[in-house]
């Protein structure tokens, strides 16, 4: 059974650095690209990132470009996002998201992209 559990949310400022955490389980985590989406109140979710499966190819969304980082440790089974210089803007519900196949598709920021998803984290950067 696939299975994804995102931590390391938390109230920063802004400024800050926080790094999320993707434990994942049920699958070959190497065989798989995996996606870190967000969503915050009342909008819909944004793709922040997509690493592939071997952990090589990084792609981000421009918001984000410059100031976090994914990292992928297939055999411990986590990935991980590294978020420096925080925003109030960054504000949102963070998710990682598991792709049927090893590569990031072309459509990385597109939800339906993905098969399997976490149950999310919260990230509130504020004063």
């Known amino acids: 059974q696939v299975q994804l559990v995102e931590s390391g949310g938390d109230l920063v400022q802004p400024g800050g650095s926080l790094r999320l955490s993707c434990a994942a389980s049920g699958f070959i985590l190497e065989r798989h690209a995996i996606g870190w989406f967000r969503q915050a109140p009342g909008q819909e979710r944004e793709g922040v990132s997509c690493?592939?499966?071997?952990?090589?190819?990084?792609l981000y969304a421009d918001s984000v470009k410059g100031r976090f980082t994914a990292s992928k440790d297939n055999m411990k089974n986590f990935v991980y996002l590294q978020m420096n210089s925080l925003k109030p803007e960054d504000t949102a519900v963070y998710y990682c998201a598991a792709h049927p196949f090893m590569q990031c598709p072309l459509a990385w920021q597109a939800e339906s992209v993905f098969d399997s998803w976490g149950q999310g984290t919260q990230v509130t950067v504020s004063s």
């Open positions: 690493i592939s499966g071997t952990g090589v190819t990084t």
